[in-house]
């Protein structure tokens, strides 16, 4: 069983940067493949990055050259740094734990409660 919490949702101005934060429980966070996605009102769910054990990552389109996944394995936590935000990116992100790195939502076992994002034009 793993549990997640993310933090470091706001509001923010077009342009500007934030840093979500995902803390994992369990001693065995090194192993899980983490990935962000994000949900939209009346959107669904996108996938925005993933990052191996190994710190392989891989981003969707939308997000690449913005945004990057980044892990510390001693602190259990992985990191989504957000740069050049825009009203489009207002969503609600989630951070989720499973076995491999997948931009399939069904990949992931474990999901955190999410963290709101608005970005205001």
Not at 44 to 64: L, M, N, P, Q
Not at 79 to 92: E, G, R
Request: aromatic share 12%.
């Amino acid at each position: 069983q793993v549990q997640l919490v993310e933090s470091g949702g706001g509001l923010v101005q077009t342009g500007g940067s934030l840093r979500l934060s995902c803390a994992a429980s369990g001693r065995t966070f090194g192993s899980y493949a983490m990935g962000w996605f994000r949900q939209a009102p009346g959107k669904e769910r996108e996938f925005v990055a993933t990052i191996s054990w190994s710190e392989s990552t891989y981003y969707g389109d939308s997000v690449k050259g913005r945004f990057t996944i980044s892990r510390v394995n001693a602190k259990n936590t992985v990191y989504l740094q957000m740069n050049s935000l825009k009203p489009d990116d207002t969503a609600v992100y989630y951070c989720a734990a499973g076995g491999r790195p997948s931009s399939a939502g069904s990949a992931y076992d474990w999901w955190g409660q999410g963290t709101q994002v608005t970005v205001s034009s």
